[in-house]
């Protein structure tokens, strides 16, 4: 199966669907980190396989990941990720305790991660689910540090598997003015992706 | 098939997901992978180097570039190197990467799958495969040199070492 | 009376923030488990008045436990806390006997009710008169 490009419309009206779902995961984090985060949904994109990466702007940087991975008919994979020290700071705020300096991540640092993902991710999934009517349950999170483009090539397969051009979804966060280098990457699979494209079609 | 895929490297060409790139003499290309197997298949006499970037294993029939599936990017590589002048008898083969990088949160078995892929076709088109670092659970970061025929192979955290 | 909890989630974080809002509001914190086969072995030996259950673990899920539990006591307090907050995955776990549902991220204030509720509840079904001394 090669899936045809997406109409700049449905592409339109999927970013509106997904800001939905991007504003329910801030108001999570929100409560989460005791904080005003904001969650803005800058791109829904679909590129070629190849761009992919340059179009997401990661190469060999090292990067600190939480992957939830949607099983069922309907996956995908949603990534939250950061440099090492928005992960830090990230983890030192959840945990309620100083950002640590040694270099080999704490049980406790990598948990307080791994939930933000999983209190974000199923925020996101839950908004999500009530638009296409279907079950979206995360996997336990997973914690990754490796290179950029490493992670984001494993995430891509799940379209890459059947398709030639992949839609990506890529959300930044701001505390009040402050940029974070916080991202979330949300890849849905080639399934979840023709249901969600089906569903927006309707709705336009 | 898109021959427009094929580039022509000038020094540490980045071979994206998909591509492929011939080498000359000096010239580097670079990579970096996860599921993905980053494939080198060189001529050591004419210090010239085919490299692939490769996604999944099969085409089944899919259109796209060459490079994308060990099924079409091995014959293309072949090929490139024949145009060259470099007899298929000659070749060897390096492959690193086709790691599961979620773990058993991962969905899909890619990384081992195209492994399997590579391995298998190279043996069909009678290629030895010289060396190999594939599997785990982590990234690779890749460097192509055509002149040595190696690879020099990244894993994060890890000190880098020479295939 | 002490109230005796027992907490469930593979997230050591989560353990943490629930055990110190329990302990905080006078809960006596008898166990802790990461997956749904520890929270059964746990509750077996332990019977604690309330059980925190979380959903999505690995190995052995929220679901396994929930099913474990209520059947070597079908009176068990369970209370579900996950993020997950999708219909079907709550009538599932309602189907299976969980006592009650409370989304993550939550207020400890939110999460004490809930637990306060449940334990009340149980304890004057066990005993009413326990509740009527209270009464005027």
Redesign the interface.
């Known amino acids: 199966m090669s899936h045809n490009l997406t109409a700049d419309s449905t592409l339109r009206i999927l970013h509106q669907v997904l800001s939905t779902a991007t504003n329910h995961a801030s108001a ?1 984090m929100c ?2 980190v005791d904080s005003v985060i904001t969650l803005t949904l800058d791109d829904v994109t679909e590129v070629p396989l190849e761009d992919a990466l340059s179009r997401l702007d990661v190469g060999d940087e090292m990067v600190i990941a939480v992957v939830l991975t949607l099983h069922g008919n309907e996956g995908g994979t949603l990534l939250l990720m950061f440099d090492e020290l928005n992960g830090r700071q990230l983890a030192a705020t ?2 309620r305790r100083p950002a640590s300096i040694e270099p080999k991540w704490t ?2 640092e990598i ?2 991660l ?2 933000t993902g ?2 974000l ?3 996101y ?2 908004a999500l ?1 009530k638009l296409i009517d279907v ?6 999170p997973y914690f990754v540090r490796d290179f950029a483009a490493s992670v984001i090539e494993q995430a891509l397969m799940a379209q890459a598997i059947s398709m030639d051009n992949v839609l990506i979804c890529n959300t930044t966060f701001h505390r009040g003015d402050q940029d974070l280098n916080w991202n979330v990457i949300f890849v849905p699979s080639d399934r979840l992706r023709i249901k969600l494209e089906a569903t927006v079609e309707l709705i336009g | 098939m898109n021959a427009t895929t094929f580039i022509e490297a000038k020094s540490a060409a980045l071979v994206r997901m998909g591509e492929t790139v011939l080498l000359r003499q000096t010239e580097t290309a670079r990579s970096v992978v996860g599921s993905c197997a980053g494939l080198m298949i060189y001529h050591r006499r004419l210090k010239l180097a085919a490299v692939a970037h490769i996604v999944l294993p099969e085409a089944a029939g899919r259109s796209g570039s060459p490079g994308k599936f060990a099924d079409t990017a091995i014959p293309h590589m072949i090929d490139l190197l024949r145009r060259e002048g470099a007899e298929r008898v000659s070749l060897i083969a390096k492959v690193a990467g086709g790691a599961q990088m979620f773990g ?1 949160a991962g969905p899909l078995q890619i990384g081992d799958a195209n492994v399997r892929a590579v391995t298998a076709i190279l043996t069909d088109f009678g290629i030895p495969l010289q060396a190999k670092s594939v599997g785990g659970a982590k990234g690779r970061k890749l460097t192509f040199y055509s002149d040595r025929g190696e690879i020099t192979v990244e894993v994060a955290g890890e000190t880098p070492f020479i295939l | 009376m002490s109230k005796r909890l027992l907490i469930t989630d ?5 353990r ?1 923030i629930i055990a110190d809002a329990a302990r905080e509001a006078g809960w006596d914190v008898v166990g802790e488990a990461k997956n749904g086969a520890e929270a059964i072995e746990h509750y077996m030996w332990l019977r604690p008045d309330v059980v925190t259950l979380d959903l ?3 190995e052995f899920d929220g679901m396994y436990a929930l099913r474990g539990i209520l059947e070597f006591d079908p009176d068990a307090i369970v209370l579900v806390v ?8 709550l009538q599932n776990a309602f189907r299976h006997g969980a006592t009650d549902f409370l989304v ?4 400890k204030p939110q999460l004490i009710s809930a637990l306060e509720t449940h334990w009340n509840a149980k304890h004057a079904a066990v005993n009413p008169e326990s509740i009527c001394s209270h009464l005027p």
Do not use: H, Y
């Not at chain 1, 079950?135 to 336990?140: K, N, T």
């Open positions: 999570a409560r989460w959840v945990a049980e406790i948990s307080a791994n939930e999983n209190i991710g199923c925020a999934m839950n689910t079950e979206l349950v995360p996997s336990a | 058993a | 593979d997230a050591v974080i989560m943490t999505v673990m690995p996950s993020a997950l907050d999708q219909k079907s995955v993550k991220p939550f207020d």
